[in-house]
């Protein structure tokens, strides 16, 4: 297995912490509004990347964390009128709702900000300890000039960082790259009590904490792989990194992973900007495994242009997949074929190339619609085909719907009552010899873009693009 990591600047070969376990921490939401485009695009990536790894035979721990402490969400309680708990828990439960609906699969341990309050005091108790951290008026913050390595993992250039946006400017700093770990509270905010002063956790903070509490071996490295977007690096990944150099003598992660903007008529994907598109509008149109397939077939570390005109050329790509698995749908299920397996894993060990390893899907879709052309009653074609369908369900995440009900997605409820109904009265006029009112039906169904197929286990219909 090959990874692109982010410090090194290229790809290397992956050798885990420990023999065949990989231990992955992806940054999660800040769960004080819905999720966007980019936040399907990070969650879907490195669910590829779980998924990939534990087609190889490892044992993979993944942990993804909520950020249901913060700014925002305190802006947040200030403009509904709501308490913390009821905006963090709304907004996670839709996220997870949105993130099942593109098949991204609930990480082994989700933990959140506020569950792991107490790790973090004792976090930042020790750096007081150490003297990596000071107090001011307003908070506990770290000293970057203890890290002797600080800005290593993102290479930003010392002079530039001070007038970052990102890094909040504070008189009472040592320096202006120093940062919160902890922000003393304030009326009316969510506090905790701590030695060092009642307040909340910074940023940063929790991060480190949640892989020391969930996750860290011993050794020179805590974890093998920390992911997230692209955005990350710089303040929030290099703030983490350095906190945990200084308090625990270790670096966080052997590896750092990162994926690519979203961006929207070229723009980067930003509420600023007037032109974040909310995950909940794109589910509404289309299906969440359409949108899963489309934001999946551009390598996880390119920018990604969202366009609709691509999502629908996207999805035909998806279709061709149905169609075949519609073939071979009611056969049984046998063995992987070992070729498109190999070839499958060696594409996305090969730091995730999605654009080889869907040419190898495409290749095999191709050639056993070709062969099943030649002789459509090759029951171990057919077993083979349905085995590989079956498992790509695991490594890719699509697939995973019974193939007539994929190509009803779409149609509304009332429409779908209507199409049934008409094919029972069509069932019952074939049954009565009346062939000339089931051709009525049918033509009927057709001028409505529907087309039916009567198949071994009854009258099946799709709605025809």
């Known amino acids: 297995m090959f990874i692109y990591d982010s410090v090194q600047k290229k790809k290397v070969p992956f050798i885990p912490i420990q023999k065949n376990e990989v231990k992955i921490y992806v940054c999660g939401p800040t769960v004080y509004d819905d999720a966007h485009l980019g936040h399907a695009r990070s969650a879907i990536a490195f669910d590829l990347l779980r998924r990939v790894?534990?087609?190889?035979?490892?044992?993979?721990?993944?942990?993804?964390?909520?950020?249901?402490?913060?700014?925002?969400?305190?802006?947040?309680?200030?403009?509904?009128?709501?308490?913390?708990?009821?905006?963090?828990?709304?907004?996670?439960?839709?996220?997870?709702?949105?993130?099942?609906?593109?098949?991204?699969?609930?990480?082994?341990?989700?933990?959140?900000?506020?569950?792991?309050?107490?790790?973090?005091?004792?976090?930042?108790?020790?750096?007081?300890?150490?003297?990596?951290?000071?107090?001011?008026?307003?908070?506990?913050?770290?000293?970057?000039?203890?890290?002797?390595?600080?800005?290593?993992?993102?290479h930003r250039i010392i002079e530039e960082d001070a007038s970052q946006s990102r890094v909040e400017q504070k008189e009472e700093k040592k320096d202006q790259k120093d940062f919160a770990l902890w922000k003393f509270s304030k009326a009316n905010e969510p506090s905790y009590p701590a030695p060092f002063g009642v307040g909340r956790p910074g940023w940063h903070i929790e991060c480190s904490a949640m892989i020391e509490k969930h996750l860290a071996s011993s050794g020179d490295f805590q974890i093998d792989i920390h992911a997230g977007g692209a955005d990350l690096l710089f303040p929030h990944h290099e703030n983490e990194a350095a906190q945990t150099r200084c308090k625990s003598d270790q670096e966080l992660a052997k590896y750092w992973m990162h994926n690519g903007f979203v961006t929207i008529s070229g723009e980067k994907m930003s509420k600023s900007l007037g032109n974040s598109f909310f995950?909940?509008?794109?589910?509404?149109?289309?299906?969440?495994?359409?949108?899963?397939?489309?934001?999946?077939?551009?390598?996880?570390?390119?920018?990604?242009?969202?366009?609709?005109?691509?999502?629908?050329?996207?999805?035909?790509?998806?279709?061709?997949?149905?169609r075949l698995k519609k073939r071979v749908f009611e056969n049984t299920v046998s063995e992987v074929s070992v070729p498109f397996k190999e070839a499958m894993l060696e594409a996305l060990s090969d730091d995730l190339n999605i654009?080889?390893?869907?040419?190898?899907?495409?290749?095999?879709?191709?050639?056993?619609?070709?062969?099943?052309?030649?002789?459509?009653?090759?029951?171990?074609?057919?077993?083979?085909?349905?085995?590989?369908?079956?498992?790509?369900?695991?490594?890719?995440?699509?697939?995973?719907?019974?193939?007539?009900?994929?190509?009803?997605?779409?149609?509304?409820?009332?429409?779908?009552?209507?199409?049934?109904?008409?094919?029972?009265?069509?069932?019952?006029?074939?049954?009565?010899?009346?062939?000339?009112?089931?051709?009525?039906?049918?033509?009927?169904?057709?001028?409505?873009?529907?087309?039916?197929?009567?198949?071994?286990?009854?009258?099946?219909?799709?709605?025809?693009?």
């Open 355 to 465: 654009s080889k390893a869907l040419a190898s899907l495409d290749e095999m879709i191709t050639s056993a619609n070709e062969m099943l052309d030649l002789n459509p009653k090759d029951k171990a074609l057919k077993a083979t085909t349905h085995a590989n369908l079956q498992w790509i369900e695991l490594l890719l995440g699509i697939g995973l719907y019974n193939p007539y009900t994929y190509f009803q997605i779409g149609v509304g409820d009332a429409e779908k009552a209507e199409i049934e109904t008409l094919i029972e009265e069509r069932t019952v006029a074939k049954k009565a010899k009346d062939f000339m009112r089931a051709d009525e039906i049918r033509t009927l169904l057709e001028t409505k873009q529907i087309q039916l197929m009567d198949t071994t286990t009854g009258t099946q219909w799709e709605k025809v693009n």
């Open 53 to 154: 790894f534990i087609a190889l035979g490892y044992h993979v721990t993944f942990v993804k964390n909520f950020t249901d402490i913060d700014d925002k969400i305190i802006n947040k309680m200030r403009e509904s009128g709501k308490s913390l708990e009821q905006i963090t828990s709304f907004y996670i439960e839709r996220y997870k709702n949105e993130m099942h609906a593109l098949h991204v699969n609930d990480a082994d341990i989700e933990p959140k900000a506020t569950e792991t309050v107490s790790e973090i005091i004792s976090f930042v108790d020790e750096m007081l300890r150490k003297k990596v951290a000071y107090a001011t008026s307003d908070g506990i913050y770290f000293d970057t000039a203890k890290d002797s390595k600080y800005l290593s993992l993102s």
């Open 279 to 322: 995950l909940k509008d794109a589910l509404a149109i289309y299906s969440g495994e359409v949108l899963r397939f489309y934001l999946l077939a551009t390598h996880y570390r390119a920018n990604f242009n969202f366009s609709e005109e691509d999502l629908v050329t996207t999805k035909k790509r998806l279709d061709k997949l149905y």
